[in-house]
Each structure stands twice: as C-alpha cells, then as structure tokens.
C-alpha cells in the first residue's frame, strides 16, 4: 500500500503549511505598541513602560477613537450630558442642580476614582459616586449597574477629564484597598488557573489565540467594545475576564471588584483618561 | 424612538455650483438581528434601521438598504454633489415603521 505514506507525508506539509502561514501574517499585523508608553510613576510598578490599551488594537480601531464624529462612544457622552440637567427625584433636582457646569466641576473629578468616602468608610467608585447623590442630594431611584444611563453618566464624566492623568490615592485609608487588589490581580482563579498578571503583566503583546494582549489599562473605561457595540463599565469587562478564565467572577460593584479598580488604576497612574475609549 | 438625535456632520455648507459636500451620519440604534436568543432561549425579534434616505428639497440624492448584518449604530459616510441651495433632510426608517429625522441646511452658490 504505497499510497498511505504519501497521504501521511501529505497531511505532513499541510499542517506545516497552515502552522507557519498565520505566523507570518500575525507578525506583519501586530499593532506597534512599544515606544507608545510613559514612564512609571512609581518605582514599584511592575512594567518599564505602561501603555495604554489603546496601542494594542488595530489602527483601524485607533482611527475610529480619534475622530470624536465617528467614535460612537460619544453617544453615551451625549446621553450623558442630557441627564445631567435632567430634573428626577423626590427633590426635584439635577446634576446640574448642585454642580453647575459639568465641564467646569468635573474636570479631573473621574481621574481619581476610586475614591475614599469618609461617610461610608471605605473607597467608592464613580457608578458608586453618582448613585450616592441620586440616593442623597436627589431623592431618585439609583440607577442599577450596567444600565445605559449609568454608564452614559459615568462615561460623560469620566469624558471631562479626558486628556487628564490618571491620579487615583493609594495612601492613607486606602491603602489596606490598594493591597487587597494587588493581592487579588496576582491571585490564580478558574479552571485555566489564571491570574490577571499571568496575561496583561507577563505576556501583554503576546497573542493569546486571536486576542492580542494588552496591559489590562483602566485609563479608556467605560469603553465602546466593538464587539458588544455598546459602552462597557470597567467592572463589566473584569466580569468577562474572570468568565474566560472559567472561574464564578466577582460581583459588579462588589468590595472585591473596587480593590481591584483601585490597584489597576495605580498601574495606570499618569495615563490620560480616554473616556470614551474604542476597543475590540 | 423619538428621542433618538442623529449626528450629521458635513466637511462644508457653502459650495460653488459642481462642488462636493462630504457626509457623515451616525444614529444610536441597538439594530437587533433577529438572530440572537433571550435567556429563555426564545428569539429576539428583528428590530433594525432597515432604511437610510438623504433628500435635497424632498428630492432623494442617496439612500441605502440596511439587513441584520449591519452593527448597532449604523455610520455612513457619503459623498454628495448637490445641484441647489436648500434643506437636507436625513431619515432613517425602523422596523416598527417610526423614523428618525434631521435637517441640514446648505448653499450651492
């Protein structure tokens, strides 16, 4: 049976075929991430240069954050920007109501969250933030996490400090929070056994299958995800993460998750905020 | 969806006669497939933006189909040479039969 090991040698050469051609394509596809970094804040950070996430997608996609018309992040900005002087509530009152101009007193409020509450005694973030005065200053049904007009509020805010660095406090009453998330984005989980380090800090810029690795950046948040064409909040897209490395994730909003934004915006401290950032 | 404000952004408004405008529109739209499936496994009904018109003066100048394929919030950007001065008018059409409309005025001088 001399055909059988021709159609072996056969099978041979198209796996070789197939294994090298995407290899080839990948390398002239990589989108040029190095050299697009700042330096790190603290000489404790994990990396020599911290990039945003920005530079880890195709330029089709950086084009598309670029140019304000066609970034459809921008409708949530608009949305957002309608509700906040939207009277509701028992207090008959807005956003505006209080804080004026957002474009005045929101400036470089978001780039620092999250943020220690002295009244709750422990850090909020900027779903959290918005809540507490709908709940308070408003008299109004908080908005429920992941609803489109909290994270077009969020997104409108967090657009005010865009440009702006990333300027989170770790110290202070904080800290043990700041530890908590370090402990927790180096912890494994899942059935892949997987730590948040083992891809955005050991291996961003690597492909992981048809994903191309960044360093996990929290300076875009909330994003236009292409894939789910909506405005995505940070703590959503953690959710995602954790799914893909099959563990139970964490609670949107839950201590665990603000721990967690804490610490991985200190990885990010100094980027400009990109609100509303466009990704895949 | 009557609360829905398009962006239109055109590259000028004021054109010598044979001159080209340049259009860009994007419209918020959540463009549901009609594919996809509800947690009890029952299927979404279809709801797009199935048409996109451009007229001058009630007369149409472009206009595109629209299917299932297309992503939520639908962009064009198109290319027009307008023959007369006058008021642009953008509708986009759903499934439920409502429309989202704007306005653009331009001179052709």
Not at chain 1, 162 to 175: F, N
Not at chain 1, 205 to 213: P, V
Not at chain 1, 269 to 280: I, K, Y
Request: positive net charge; aromatic residues 8%.
């Amino acid at each position: 049976m001399p055909s059988v090991p021709l159609r072996v040698a056969l099978a041979a050469a198209v796996i070789l075929a197939s294994a090298v051609a995407p290899q080839a394509q990948d390398g002239a596809e990589r989108p040029a991430w190095q050299g697009h970094g700042i330096k790190p804040q603290s000489p404790d950070s994990p990396f020599d240069q911290v990039v945003s996430g920005l530079y880890f997608r195709s330029k089709e996609t950086q084009a598309m954050q670029a140019d304000d018309f066609n970034n459809p992040g921008f409708l949530a900005v608009e949305q957002g920007e309608e509700l906040w002087s939207k009277l509701d509530g028992a207090a008959g009152k807005s956003c505006a109501s209080c804080h004026n101009e957002a474009a005045a007193s929101m400036k470089g409020v978001a780039a620092a969250y999250p943020k220690w509450n002295e009244k709750l005694g422990k850090p909020v973030n900027l779903e959290q933030r918005i809540d507490l005065c709908r709940k308070g200053a408003m008299k109004a049904e908080p908005w429920a996490f992941g609803s489109p007009e909290l994270t077009a509020m969020t997104t409108y805010l967090r657009n005010q400090s865009r440009g702006m660095p990333v300027a989170v406090k770790v110290d202070g009453p904080m800290t043990p929070w700041f530890e908590r998330g370090k402990a927790l984005y180096y912890q494994r989980n899942g059935q892949l056994d997987l730590a948040c380090a083992s891809c955005h800090q050991s291996n961003h810029g690597k492909y992981l299958r048809a994903d191309f690795l960044s360093q996990g950046q929290s300076n875009g948040f909330p994003v236009y995800r292409l894939r789910d064409q909506r405005l995505v909040p940070l703590h959503e897209r953690m959710e995602g993460c954790m799914q893909d490395v099959r563990a139970t994730p964490f609670k949107p909003l839950s201590d665990e998750f603000i721990a967690l934004e804490t610490y991985v915006a200190w990885r990010g401290l100094g980027l400009p905020v990109e609100t509303p950032a466009v990704r895949n | 969806m009557a609360d829905v404000k398009p962006r239109i952004k055109l590259d000028k408004k004021d054109v010598a006669k044979g001159g080209v405008i340049e259009v860009k529109t994007l419209v918020s739209h959540t463009m549901e497939s009609g594919q996809r499936k509800d947690k009890d496994g029952k299927t979404i009904p279809r709801k797009i933006l199935n048409t996109f018109t451009c007229d001058l003066n009630g007369k149409m100048i472009f206009s595109a189909n629209m299917e299932g394929a297309v992503s939520a919030n639908p962009y064009f950007q198109f290319k027009i040479k307008p023959a007369e001065s006058g008021t642009l008018t953008f509708t986009w059409t759903d499934d439920d039969g409502s429309k989202i409309q704007a306005t653009e005025q331009i001179k052709v001088s």
